[in-house]
């Protein structure tokens, strides 16, 4: 494994392929992100430069470009964040110990281009512009901190193929079988905005919403990182699905 993992990569996009088969590509325009960070200084470099059009980061076979696009605004009440698999969120939707702002932020992805396909390489909430000083390896209760780097990781496991993020408060609006059925409305919802093999919603639930999308290749182990700006305050909250090996050999 290098910097993508190419062959997987065209092996997913190919059994996703089928199954996308009679999903139509969505019209809908996307919302390129287009400014750039003032400065990146914080490693790993790839987590902010990879929002940023033009980006390109070596693979196997080719260079893979990468984009970001802003899907919507997350409405964040508490402050307490979930990122899990939807199936499993009876189970898994423990909310980060950092308390974060609260608000409406914009929720974005960097799109990879793998020439059969396109995927979701991260997912963020973009709190501010304000540089990332340091990164740290978001925690659940009970969970020692990691270095950034290590080959240990805490995550997410992803066995559904799709992931969200939302405030922990948003569960109490939520009747669950719309996130644990796969023939629910959200489901439904994530089929229309269906574009070359990744999907996403903004879904509403009474007065909050959540994100749901598709993770990378599809099922795996997912880390959830914090970017803190030169005062400390939280400004990114990205997951990595891990097609990137970003990591210091």
């Known amino acids: 494994m ?20 009679t999903r139509k590509i969505s019209n809908e325009p996307l919302d390129t992100i287009k400014s750039v960070p003032q400065k990146i200084t914080a490693m790993p470099f790839l987590f902010e430069t990879a929002f940023i059009k ?3 980061q070596k693979g196997n076979i080719a260079p893979i470009k990468l984009y970001g696009v802003t899907i919507g605004k997350l409405k964040i009440v508490s402050g307490q ?27 974005q992805f960097s799109i990879a281009q793998t020439g059969e ?11 501010s512009d304000e540089p990332v000083e ?6 659940q209760k009970g969970q020692e901190p990691l270095a950034i780097g290590d080959e240990e990781i805490h995550g ?26 796969m023939d629910t409305e959200l489901y439904k919802e994530m089929d229309r905005h269906y574009h070359n093999t990744w999907r996403y919603t903004m879904y509403n639930a009474g007065k909050q ?3 749901c999308f598709t993770t990378g290749l599809g099922d795996g182990k997912y880390a959830t990182y914090i970017g803190f700006d030169a005062s400390g305050k939280s ?11 970003w990591k210091k050999k």
């Not at 997987?8 to 088969?21: D, E, I, M, Q």
């Open 2 to 21: 290098k910097y993508i993992l190419i062959a997987l990569t065209l092996f997913a996009c190919n059994t996703v392929a089928k199954k996308n088969a």
């Open 156 to 181: 997410y496991g992803v066995d559904g193929g799709v992931g969200i993020l939302m405030d922990k408060e948003t569960i109490k609006d939520l009747d669950l079988n719309a996130l644990t059925d």
């Open 81 to 107: 964040i979930v990122a899990c698999d939807p199936l499993h969120i009876d189970e898994y939707g423990i909310p980060f110990t950092q308390v974060f702002p609260t608000g409406e932020f914009p929720l």
């Open 134 to 139: 340091k990164w740290e390896l978001a925690l």
């Open 209 to 211: 919403n959540l994100a």
């Open 235 to 245: 400004c990114r909250l990205l997951t990595d699905f891990g097609l990137f090996d």
């Open 54 to 56: 033009g980006t390109t």
């Open 117 to 127: 396909g396109d995927l979701i390489a991260f997912a963020r909430i973009n709190f």
